[in-house]
């Protein structure tokens, strides 16, 4: 794992996507020049000297538009794109996409270009950048190795809590090989991760007590292994803190929770950037929602709710109406999949996320960052305080409209989906940065355009 920012990334998915940026550059142009080349008029050469920036642009265009629809096809999470019996078609997607794309290029370069190209040199691009991800696909397991090996000692519900995180977020760069309690086995432990050649282990005993095993994890790590407990697996890997791992020290004595004054300055005019960016760029679109919104169904056409932030304090929430007015006549309750309270208009915002726009007003007074811990009612505030612990640390930070929670979890309704949310929300709250904001919202972007996380 590398660390940037305070945030973890897999050194396995940087290196297979830098390897396939490096393939469909360098294949794509070899593809262009090798065809421009081939169809040349007889007699004649093609003008590489002053077609090489075109052919390099050509390369570049081509490693953004393919790896970016890889990437909305999930195709950079390692599992799916080295065992998920849908990846074939997924990449012949990203292929289809990237296909018309070209198409379309080749259609308007001759018009802007003042360099006429050979017949045939877009179509020997495309079809070398194809078979240099072709060729980085098929070679995924040589690139990146086979998951990494995790041997989990202890077997109780910690153990298995450690074990299905893996399973549900370790995106194919973890297995599981064993857990194991020591006291009911010989083998000592390095011994153990030797022979199921491990890279990571992972204290996750319920009970310690009566066990001798700090010897063996020490060797563990003399012996170039990773050795963490459950709660530092979890974070530094699997970038969640779970609550049921979590001490209240572990924040207390965090270097990470202090944040400096010119940190948080930075922050806010992050946020007053972007909020203003988009709500120029958005601007004559929402007056089309508006007018849609008021034709649609009776009442205002935008929604206030007050909802609670920083330190625990309310504010009001500005949203565009999705509901009928009569919404919430018999008290409030979560929304949720499918909601019947929801408008025709309100079901296309929601699941486009057009309905939070008018939140940019709230990141301008601010009430909220653009990326934060989505903020919640103050009812379901007191009622998840009371269930969950450690739920108050949410409002450590300021709500966002968008959050590491919202890319990593899917929408739910429930206590057990807000546990969960949670644990992602801690995360955030101990590890933020501005590296984290943009990786988050570009992620948005993707759940955006794919529909997910409606409800």
């Not at 939140?359 to 903020?375: C, E, K």
């Not at 929408?411 to 989906?417: I, K, L, M, N, T």
């Amino acid at each position: 794992m590398l660390r940037v920012f305070h945030h973890y990334f897999s050194a396995k998915k940087l290196t297979f996507f830098l390897a396939e940026s490096s393939a469909i550059a360098l294949a794509c142009v070899a593809g262009a020049a090798a065809c421009a080349a081939l169809f040349a008029p007889l007699g004649t050469q093609p003008p590489f000297a002053t077609m090489w920036p075109t052919l390099v642009g050509l390369g570049l265009a081509f490693v953004v538009t393919f790896q970016f629809t890889l990437y909305l096809l999930d195709l950079y999470d390692l599992r799916i794109a080295a065992e998920d019996r849908t990846r074939g078609y997924r990449f012949l997607k990203a292929a289809g996409v990237t296909a018309m794309v070209a198409g379309g290029v080749m259609l308007i370069l001759p018009l802007v270009l003042p360099v006429v190209l050979p017949p045939g040199t877009l179509l020997g691009g495309a079809m070398g950048a194809l078979a240099g991800t072709l060729v980085v696909r098929v070679s995924i397991r040589a690139l990146v190795g086979e998951p990494d090996a995790v041997l989990v000692v202890g077997d109780g519900l910690k153990a298995r809590a450690v074990a299905s995180a893996i399973e549900d977020g370790g995106e194919g760069s973890f297995r599981v090989v064993a857990l194991v309690d020591p006291r009911k086995v010989e083998e000592p432990l390095d011994a153990m991760a030797t022979r199921l050649n491990a890279s990571y282990v992972v204290q996750a005993a319920d009970d310690m007590r009566g066990a001798n095993w700090v010897e063996s994890l020490l060797r563990c790590r003399l012996d170039g292994r990773r050795v963490y407990d459950a709660a530092g697996f979890c974070e530094r890997v699997l970038r969640r803190i779970p609550v049921q791992f979590l001490r209240a020290s572990d924040f207390a004595f965090a270097d990470e929770m202090t944040v400096s004054p010119l940190r948080r300055a930075f922050k806010r005019v992050f946020d007053v950037a972007v909020a203003s960016l988009l709500l120029l760029l958005a601007s004559p679109f929402l007056v089309i929602v508006a007018l849609a919104i008021k034709l649609d169904s009776k009442g205002p056409v935008f929604y206030r709710q007050d909802r609670v932030g920083l330190g625990g304090r309310a504010y009001p929430l500005w949203k565009f109406r999705s509901m009928r007015t009569d919404a919430e006549k018999n008290g409030a309750v979560w929304a949720r999949s499918n909601d019947d309270r929801v408008t025709r208009v309100g079901r296309f915002i929601r699941k486009t996320r057009i309905d939070e726009i008018p939140q940019v007003f709230n990141v301008l007074l601010g009430h909220m960052s653009f990326v934060g811990p989505r903020p919640e009612r103050p009812v379901f505030t007191e009622q998840l305080k009371q269930q969950i612990p450690f739920y108050g640390l949410r409002e450590a930070v300021k709500p966002g409209i968008t959050g590491w929670a919202q890319i990593r979890y899917p929408y739910g309704a429930s206590v057990e989906d807000a546990r969960n949310k949670l644990e992602f929300d801690l995360y955030y709250v101990k590890n933020g940065s501005l590296f984290l904001d943009v990786g988050i919202i570009f992620h948005t972007v993707r759940h955006v355009l794919l529909g997910r996380g409606a409800r």
